[in-house]
């Protein structure tokens, strides 16, 4: 496990290269990007909503979304944060879940 202080700049870092990925995505519609107290939400229009909060005591990004919970840990070899089961990493799991709940396939997180 990686210490407080590396977690909470790598998942800064990371959340807020998604945020940015995000904004530059809700543009092509759907959904809305808002960040309060280190929790990014992504608003869809239908209700639905995915939040992202980074968990420093277990050193996890947790990601509730379509109904589950996602749980990121820190992979050092890969420098990013991944699901370990799959080994999605943060930007590509979010891209796969937007694509779900949008149902487009073609919709690509930049």
Known sequence: MIDETT?????DKALESLKQALFR???KGGFE?????GVLNVLFEDGARFV???????RQIWIS???TSYKLEWNPAAHAFTLPKSGEELHRLTQRLLRE???DPDLTLT
């Open 101 to 103: 709940q949008l149902q």
């Open 7 to 11: 977690f909470r700049q790598e998942s």
């Open 52 to 58: 992202f909060t980074p968990n420093t005591p277990v």
């Open 33 to 37: 990007t808002d960040e309060k107290s």
């Open 65 to 67: 979304a379509l109904s």
């Open 25 to 27: 995505t809700e543009e």
